[in-house]
């Protein structure tokens, strides 16, 4: 059974940092795209980042460039995002998910087959 399993979240003032963590099991780590998705309230659940463990591209949206990292530890089974210079609008539920057996990656929520059960990310001003 696969799953993945979200932790880091917290409470950060503007400007701090957090770093997330996807753990997953279930499956085998080596050909996988993760994504990270964040849903605030009464917001559509939106593309944040995401890793392809096959051709090794990462994609971010807009808003997060430059300040959002994307990064996976194959042997830990785990992949991150680390979260800098934290806004308010940043403030979400964060979830993971992801696709086995696939090339390549993106930021769409559909052709990802599992989910996590989120972590919640809030960033005082």
């Known amino acids: 059974e696969v799953q993945l399993v979200e932790s880091g979240g917290g409470l950060v003032q503007a400007g701090g940092s957090l770093r997330l963590s996807c753990a997953a099991s279930?499956?085998?780590?080596?050909?996988?795209?993760i994504g990270w998705f964040r849903q605030a309230p009464g917001k559509e659940r939106e593309g944040v980042s995401c890793?392809?463990?096959?051709?090794?591209?990462?994609y971010y949206t807009n808003s997060v460039k430059g300040r959002f990292t994307i990064s996976s530890d194959n042997a830990k089974n785990t992949v991150y995002l680390q979260m800098n210079s934290l806004k308010p609008e940043d403030t979400a539920t964060y979830y993971c998910?992801?696709?086995?057996?696939?090339?390549?990656?993106?930021?769409?929520?559909?052709?990802?087959?599992?989910w996590g059960q989120g972590t919640q990310v809030t960033v005082s001003s």
């Open positions: 998910a992801a696709k086995v057996n696939s090339r390549g990656c993106w930021l769409a929520r559909a052709g990802y087959d599992y």
């Open positions: 279930g499956f085998t780590f080596d050909d996988y795209a």
């Open positions: 890793i392809s463990s096959g051709d090794g591209s990462t």
